[in-house]
DNA sequence: CTGAAAGCGCTTACAG
DNA sequence: CTGAAAGCGCTTACAG
């Protein structure tokens, strides 16, 4: 038990002569208060290291001080990627500045949902961030319906969900991975995409054929193998594409992750990276630069777009009736693989 | 402004019939209670949804029911690295079991340091959890020393630190890489070091010096090049090395990221791998399996040490006096570097 | 075992 | 602008 001697309004307001309601007023920020008396007040808690009692202040405000970053189900394997925490990362930073707590939840099991649904819409949060969601997962939805400032990292699945979110641009960004390639001289350019059933995926291969097309060339299904995400299952993809088209000199990988499994069936081949096949993934993950060779890849801001996901829950948080969805812009990042 | 209507102890009191102290006494857990009452007031509970106001509770117990994890200064970078979010993700899986819930905190000025020392010390936080502490700061002794619970994720570099640690064991753990890189027949076996200024990167190297000598080779300064933890700095170290033994035949880097630089210089000059030089890290970071070739590595346990490091302050916070320290064991994860 | 009551530390109308 | 006072939702001696 810290501190038992703990300073409290009441012994600052005595310290500095005034009512409790008035360094109250002036600790709190907004109300009128006298020139002299803020001054009085302000001294005499820097004087005792005051700190305000939280929980006393939420349980008359009804305001937690705390947002949730929620993460949704395949923990350890999430927190492996760096994708997440560098969103967490900038949510973070955001949020302290403003000076409200981040509070870190996973959700699991059912029985966590329905815990962290009460959890929220007994107001013990006053908002929260979701990273990580599923296809069309509702509880995002369900809480911003039951009132709580809500925001998802990447585009809904579900095109009927009224939650505002940050994405990359992630066809933008195929695409210039795609042209990259091109411009490179490639001339069978195939693609490991990511899973079909989660926005980014669609849309990265979306991106991909849209450039293709524009360059002119004749679009085939058998030019996509698709991938998980995952180290082995780029490797698994790149391992078919190489058997389905043997003269592929070019491979763009929806993630970072399967590009590196993309080098490693290349190698594992005989084919050199970039003077055979030439390689480009997404996201810039730490990763991308530690590959042999080092991976050109396209990045995302990450770190900027957690904070703009704290931003916006915050806005919302803040009695804001809404607030826009933002997609971050992408940008290559040439290394030693093209 | 969620549920306006979020019930309270009165609701669920009135409507099992009892007072609200007996429907508290259920709720809160211990206190003896008469079954017919029990029931009623679970079933009332239940049927409402009622979640106890955390704010209400944390007033009178003086208790936050959260426990911080402080992450010191190099923010993104440590983010970067998958030690960090490994660590979170176990204490937040032992955490919430007994749901508490994990605030994250991050620290990187002055004045950040002084606010949540103030923070810390008026109760705000039942515990904290240190990721990351710098060389010999005194941060954690002294919020230990003003009665909070506190742990650390390694061994501190201040050997007088009375703070309770979880670290890997990582003598043995680089012993056991230098003797897998000497059992595979390497006759030249360098090191890339961590900084000397962490004990990790002591450690490490105290471990691999102490292998070699087991083998009766014969000890030299110039075995070793200091690295920092960093791709670059493990690609840099290991370009030194290479000049300086043209016939060395085995490195072991005190991490997975200079591994991964090694692995990047080890190709630039055209060495093959593991048939010229074999090459060992530490970690078993995700990276470890992405590389290419796939990295063999020691492996510690990170995520485990999170939920111990948990486990700890939460026997810290339950009144425990003092609280063992634990050295995790490490495993040679062999993949194709040898 | 159970109820009435005090009190945790704040914020915020309500008067003045 | 400022103070006295009520009240946020709990927990916990104190009686019974």
Redesign the interface.
Known sequence: ???QS?PTLDSVAARAGVSRATAGRVLSGYARVSENAREAVLKAAAEL?Y?P????R??VT?R?G?VALVVVEP??RF????Y???V??GA??QL?EREV????V?LSTQR?RERFE???????VDGAIFVSVHGADPLPQHLRE???PVVLSGRPYDEGSSVPFVSADNVAGARTAAAHLLERGCRRVVTVTGPMDMRVGQERLEGFRAELRAHRQRWNAALAAPGDFS?DGGRAATEALLERWPDLDGVFAAND?MA??A??AL?AAGRSVPGDVRVVGFDDA??A??????LTTVRQPV?AMGRELARMVLALVDGQESVPDVVAPTELVQRATT
């Open positions: 038990m810290p501190s703990a290291s700190v009692n939280q929980a006393a939420s349980l009804r937690s705390s923990v350890e927190f492996a990627d760096s997440f925490p560098l967490l990362s973070q930073a302290a707590q981040l509070v870190l996973v966590e009460r959890y929220a819409r007994g107001g013990h039951a009132g709580l180290v992750l590196a499994g080098l490693q190698a730490p990763l630069a530690a590959a042999t060779p080092p770190i």
